[in-house]
């Protein structure tokens, strides 16, 4: 059972590039969310989903696109990169974003460097 | 809005000893709160999840509390171990609008042999 995939792990872009953050769970989870994690400001929510077609944005939306066209997967675009988007990136999952008795679960992280 | 606070945000301790890592949020109306593991490079762990109605979970030397009124939980570690030197988050899901998880900004927890 993999959990929640993140790939790639580090990346490095240049100023203006775009790309493409992964994200894959295997356990059949609605709910799916990236955060950024950052010295001082602890972990923010970019944008979320509660099922395939469905997403929304959280507290630091700007910059970043996602679409959820299945259940596993739950990329993260970064449009035209800039240095503040320089951050660790968390992918995380759970059953229900209610989350009663739903725990959530977070892949590795991707840490990325804009130059 | 919703705020959560992790004081003190870093603690060192002698191996064996009992430890008490607070946290406190300002909306009691909360679905659960969380209690998660980070170590350095590594994503977040699920440790405990305590719902509204309850007062207590318990794993191994692991016991968190939530009291809704004083908007506090307590996560108690028993015979602290270097194993347990990491980063403790927790995180408050509220009620209503988007029902988005709130986190704190962590206590590193430094067990010394």
């Known amino acids: 059972n993999a959990g929640v995939t993140q790939t790639p792990k580090f990346q490095v872009l240049k100023t203006g590039q775009s790309m493409t953050l992964q994200c894959a769970q295997d356990?059949?989870?609605?709910?799916m969310s990236w955060y950024r994690q950052d010295p001082g400001m602890g972990l923010r929510l970019i944008h979320y989903?509660?099922?395939?077609?469905?997403?929304d944005q959280g507290e630091v939306p700007n910059g970043y696109n996602v679409s959820r066209s299945t259940t596993e997967d739950f990329p993260l675009r970064l449009l035209s990169a800039a240095p503040s988007q320089t951050s660790v990136y968390f992918c995380?999952?759970?059953?229900?974003?209610?989350?009663?008795?739903?725990?959530?679960?977070f892949g590795n992280g991707t840490r990325l460097t804009v130059t | 809005k919703q705020e959560v606070t992790q004081i003190p945000a870093a603690l060192s301790v002698p191996e064996g000893e009992n430890l008490v890592l607070n946290c406190s949020f300002t909306?009691?109306?909360?679905?659960?709160l969380q209690w998660f593991r980070q170590d350095p490079g590594k994503g977040l762990t699920s440790l405990l999840l305590?719902?509204?109605?309850?007062r207590e979970q318990t794993s191994g030397r692991l016991n968190a509390s939530l009291d809704k009124s004083s908007g506090r939980s307590t996560l108690y570690i028993a015979a602290s171990q270097p194993g347990d030197s990491a980063t403790y988050l927790c995180?408050?899901?509220?009620?209503?609008?988007?029902?988005?998880?709130?986190f704190g900004k962590g206590t590193k927890l430094t067990v010394n042999p």
């Open positions: 995380a999952s759970s059953y229900s974003n209610r989350g009663h008795n739903s725990p959530l679960h």
């Open positions: 356990m059949n989870h609605e709910y």
């Open positions: 989903s509660v099922g395939a077609g469905i997403t």
């Open positions: 909306d009691s109306a909360i679905y659960n």
């Open positions: 305590i719902q509204s109605s309850q």
């Open positions: 995180a408050a899901i509220t009620q209503g609008g988007s029902e988005k998880l709130v």
